[in-house]
């Protein structure tokens, strides 16, 4: 849950900081990796719940036990009535676009959701652009059509693009392209300062060992301060005070790289940071692809910090927590 206020906080800030604009998005995952049950919860919201649920049913088989003393039940036998009461699909997960149904031998099975039973929030505009530059009446109606295409080339190659309705996207000049990491680092050091400020004020974005990196950028007289610079000063501190940025772009990868955690982002694990930014900065695609320097379709830690201008020797896999 956390996680997700924090990128929601993250792209509150994108429409914010530099990058503004007044559309307001609530970030959603496209997630192939993330599995999520039909509520939407992630996987550790999930083990939470299958904990409390546990609870629940020691709790309801000792007060049937109570009320059966004369049957005579153990407490296992009552426990595994329980069970058995239980729907399988419970505690079954499907990934996204698909719903789990009880099939022969009521054994639950992942089928896809029917897109007519997608619900969209009154008054909400929920439109998503697909990578098929498709607009979508919302993510869960583009993910019950990626798993109607399943099993074919065209189902694999769709992904949530963008928040909004499809779009034209005007095209990224190489001089844009060249100043959107700029940008982007001053942001990421920008959000991280802000997180620490919040903190201070008793919310907590940012856990102890977090806190303790920032820290030292907080203290940095040098920093520039927030708000909207040229490109020449931006280029200018990122010479002066490298190091300074060599943090936040460790910690944004960090936030991205959960499903799963292995050092590599997928375009479902970008999608928190690219779908909310490509319909206000047209250089995101371009800019993440070119990232993705061996062309493998997932963007590893060393392509991730070459991409926003890190020495090969500052790139560090323990900066990732
Ligand atoms: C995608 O669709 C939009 C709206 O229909 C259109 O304006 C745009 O040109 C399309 N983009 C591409 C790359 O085909």
């Known amino acids: 849950m956390r996680r997700v206020l924090l990128l929601l906080f993250l792209a509150g800030l994108a429409l914010a900081g530099p990058f503004s604009s007044d559309y307001v998005v609530e970030p959603e995952e496209d997630a192939e990796f993330a599995l999520r ?3 939407g919860k992630d996987e550790e919201d999930i083990r939470e719940d299958s904990f409390e649920s546990d609870l629940l049913d020691l709790k309801d088989a000792e007060a049937l036990e109570e009320d059966n003393e004369d049957l005579d039940y153990t407490s296992e036998e009552v426990a595994a009535l329980m069970l058995e009461m239980q729907n399988p699909c419970d505690r079954h997960r499907c990934k996204r676009g698909r719903v789990c ?5 009521s054994k639950p099975v992942c089928v896809c959701h029917d897109s007519e039973s997608c619900s969209t929030s009154e008054g ?3 439109k998503v652009c697909g990578t098929d530059n498709r607009t979508y009446d919302s993510s869960c109606h583009l993910f019950a059509h990626k798993c109607s295409l ?3 080339k065209k189902g694999r190659k769709l992904h949530l693009d963008y928040y909004g309705p499809c779009k034209k996207i ?4 190489p001089n844009e392209l060249a100043q959107f990491p700029l940008r982007m680092r001053d942001w990421l050091k920008n959000v991280l300062i802000q997180m620490y400020e919040q903190d201070r004020d008793g919310t907590s974005f ?3 060992k977090q806190r303790h990196k920032v820290k030292k950028i907080f203290e940095d007289e040098k920093r520039l301060k927030k708000g ?3 490109m020449d000063l931006l280029a200018r501190d990122f010479k002066k005070n490298y190091r300074m940025y060599i943090y936040p772009i460790h910690w944004q990868f960090a936030q991205l790289d959960i499903h799963p955690v292995n050092r590599y982002l997928t375009h479902s694990e970008l999608s928190p940071l690219r779908a909310p930014l490509v319909p206000m900065e047209h250089c995101t695609t371009p800019f993440f692809k070119q990232c993705d320097n061996d062309g493998d379709r997932k963007i590893s830690l060393e392509e991730w910090g070459r991409c926003f201008g890190l020495l090969i020797d500052d790139i560090e896999p323990e900066l990732v927590f």
């Open 170 to 173: 005007s095209e990224c000049l």
């Open 206 to 208: 940012l856990n102890d």
């Open 101 to 105: 149904e009880l099939g022969t031998d």
């Open 228 to 230: 909207i610079h040229n």
């Open 124 to 126: 909400m505009d929920e």
């Open 150 to 152: 399943d099993g074919t």
């Open 37 to 39: 049950d039909e509520t």
